[in-house]
């Protein structure tokens, strides 16, 4: 069988597939402790507010550390969601096709998600960039803008690995559906290279 022809790429996207899901998993824990921090911050800023009259008063610049968090952790999230194809989907007429098509499919979006990382990930750079050589500050904390442009850096280059790892396992499946799917219709299992099936 021809399945044993990939028997090595098997095991090489099994390997990877933990590293890479352990990497998506960190940066996905970075980024809801962010979000917990800007949780956090609202809270007491909100309390501070509503105790003006107690001699308290909202955190300055509150609205800039959530701004910067917000996007600091949503680049963090990405990576997870895509490794786990979390993404929304529609399936109205996909449930139609057989199963070879539907790995198609998925492989397209694989690689559509990770083309758009790499797109996102060059214009965050460019604009970074342009705030450096500005010198461009936020307006009540006075810290540099880039800082958020390049936090955001780190869930996005994580993304663009975790992307284009996902499109190899999803091409990888394509090619050996056709010989799993007689063994897969016996045993009632399917064939799964990584963390993200």
């Known amino acids: 069988m021809r399945r044993k022809y990939f028997a090595p ?17 960190f940066a996905a824990i970075v980024g809801g402790i ?7 911050i609202t809270l007491v800023s ?14 300055r610049g509150q609205f800039e550390l959530v701004e910067a968090g ?3 952790a949503v ?11 979390g993404h929304a989907s529609v399936a109205v007429f996909t449930d139609f096709f057989g199963a070879r098509i539907n790995k198609i499919i998925d492989f397209a979006g694989d ?18 960039f342009d705030k450096i050589e500005f010198g461009e500050t936020s307006f009540l904390l006075r810290y540099p803008i880039w800082w958020s442009y390049g936090s955001a850096l780190f869930g996005l280059s994580i993304w663009i690995i975790v992307g284009f790892w996902a499109s190899f396992n999803s091409l990888t499946l394509i090619f050996i559906s056709a010989d ?6 016996e045993s009632g299992s399917s064939t799964n290279l990584g963390p993200g099936n």
């Open 180 to 185: 799993t799917n007689d063994i897969d219709s």
């Open 111 to 128: 690689l559509l998600l990770a083309i758009l990382a790499l797109l996102m990930a060059r214009q965050l750079g460019l604009g970074m």
């Open 70 to 72: 917000t996007l600091f």
């Open 9 to 25: 790429l098997d095991d090489l996207l099994a390997i990877s597939g933990v590293w890479i899901e352990k990497l998506a998993r």
């Open 34 to 40: 962010v979000l917990v921090a800007i949780a956090l």
């Open 46 to 59: 909100v309390i501070g507010r509503a105790l003006i009259p107690f001699g308290l008063r909202p955190l």
């Open 75 to 85: 680049c963090a999230f990405l990576p997870w969601c895509h490794l786990k194809k």
